[in-house]
Antibody, heavy 121, light 110 residues
Framework: EVKLVESGGGLVQPGRSLRLSCAAS????????MHWVRQRPGKGLEWVSG????????GYADSVKGRFTISRDNAKNSLYLQMNSLRAEDTALYYC??????????????WGQGTTVTVSS | QSALTQPPSASGSPGQSVTISCTGT?????????VSWFQQHPGRAPKLMIY???ERPSGVPDRFSGSKSGNTASLTVSGLQAEDEADYYC??????????FGGGTKLTVL
């Protein structure tokens, strides 16, 4: 079974950091690009960041560029999102998603269930 | 990176067809054939319904179809069923390793 399981969410104060993880199983992880997508409460989907199969290419939404860093460990079948200088507007459900191509941008065919990040003092 | 433009709502009666539009620019929807459509029921993760403008993943009913003309992509749901009631989002590749989503359309089956 193809599966993505996110972890690492929680309550954090503004200005602090948090690291999200996504454990992949059921497919050849290093064949595909991966993404983080978030959904603020009651709002739509927002692409946050993507990374190619070999980490050679990365992309970030303007809203997180310079604060968030995406990475992957193909040996561990894992995707990560390091989130620094967190703001209230980063409060959201964060989804990990698999691209159906090895490079960023094909589209997301598998999604996890998400991990919730709440930024509040 | 501006969000793609979708109508906030759409509706149709069971058995009817409904089309949802997704308008971007020449640097996203119009420039690439990497438009996807996602269905999201309340409290659930999004589900891929269409990729590469008009391709359907296995398991997605052929009542769902996609197309594109210029900077506007469209999702058509034919033979509407009650379970089609959900939020629908489009997405597109948008140059230099970026993706962009639409604002979402709430589809109501009357």
């Amino acid at each position: 079974e193809v599966k993505l399981v996110e972890s690492g969410g929680g309550l954090v104060q503004p200005g602090r950091s948090l690291r999200l993880s996504c454990a992949a199983s059921g497919f050849t992880f290093d064949d595909y690009a991966m993404h983080w997508v978030r959904q603020r409460p009651g709002k739509g989907l927002e692409w946050v960041s993507g990374i190619s199969w070999n980490s050679g290419d990365t992309g970030y939404a303007d809203s997180v560029k310079g604060r968030f860093t995406i990475s992957r460990d193909n040996a561990k079948n894992s995707l990560y999102l390091q989130m620094n200088s967190l703001r209230a507007e980063d409060t959201a459900l964060y989804y990990c998603a698999k691209d159906f191509r090895s490079s960023i941008g094909g589209g997301m065919d598998v999604w996890g269930q998400g991990t919730t990040v709440t930024v509040s003092s | 990176q501006s969000a793609l433009t979708q109508p906030p709502s759409a509706s149709g009666s069971p058995g009817q067809s409904v089309t949802i539009s997704c308008t971007g620019t020449g640097t996203d929807v119009g420039g690439y054939n990497y438009v996807s459509w996602f269905q999201q029921h309340p409290g659930r993760a999004p589900k891929l319904m269409i990729y590469e403008v008009s391709e359907r993943p296995s398991g997605v009913p052929d009542r769902f179809s996609g197309s594109k003309s210029g900077n506007t992509a469209s999702l058509t749901v034919s033979g509407l069923q009650a379970e089609d009631e959900a939020d629908y989002y489009c997405s597109s590749y948008a140059e230099t390793n970026h993706l962009v989503f639409g604002g979402g359309t709430k589809l109501t089956v009357l």
